[in-house]
């Protein structure tokens, strides 16, 4: 089977994909990164988080993917479905990338504000494909849930 699309129409694709982004990928993220140290004896274990700012595009309540919240009768917004996309080339040249060329964050530990609230990865992946090439990064985010109640916590 031919394929309908040469090489050179993928790299046109993805030129376009990384130009749009310089359009809508705007709105900023903080990006609580964790860093674990020492303290200054070397003896314990210290965390710290290094916040990292992040143009990214939002989309609320898009899709489901992964469930993360019960569904409400009245249809509202359950304020827990945000979908984070990333450009591949914008945390290439950051130098957020792993070598398998995958977003370097840790989705258990990690953190990211965004309006002021504080959510926590529920999902990743890698999105817009083109060809076998990665151009998007997407996560899935839900609010920062109270360790005490199990509750997202909203401000």
Known sequence: MSELLSAADWADYTNMVND???????EVITWRRLSMGLDDNGEEAV????????????????FRTWPI????????????SMVVFINMQYLRDLGYLTAKDYFDFDP??????????????????HAAQASTNPVLFQIIMRREKDQATGKPIYP
Do not use: C, H, M, P
């Not at 290094?50 to 898009?62: F, H, K, Q, R, S």
């Not at 919240?69 to 827990?80: R, Y």
């Open 20 to 26: 749009a982004g310089d359009t809508f990928n705007k």
């Open 47 to 62: 965390a710290s988080y290094t916040d990292i700012e992040l143009e990214v595009l939002i989309a609320y309540n898009y």
């Open 69 to 80: 919240s019960a569904e409400t009768t009245g249809g509202e917004i359950d304020k827990e």
């Open 108 to 125: 258990g530990k990690d953190r990211f504000l965004v309006s002021g609230d504080t959510w926590q990865s529920a999902g990743d992946t």
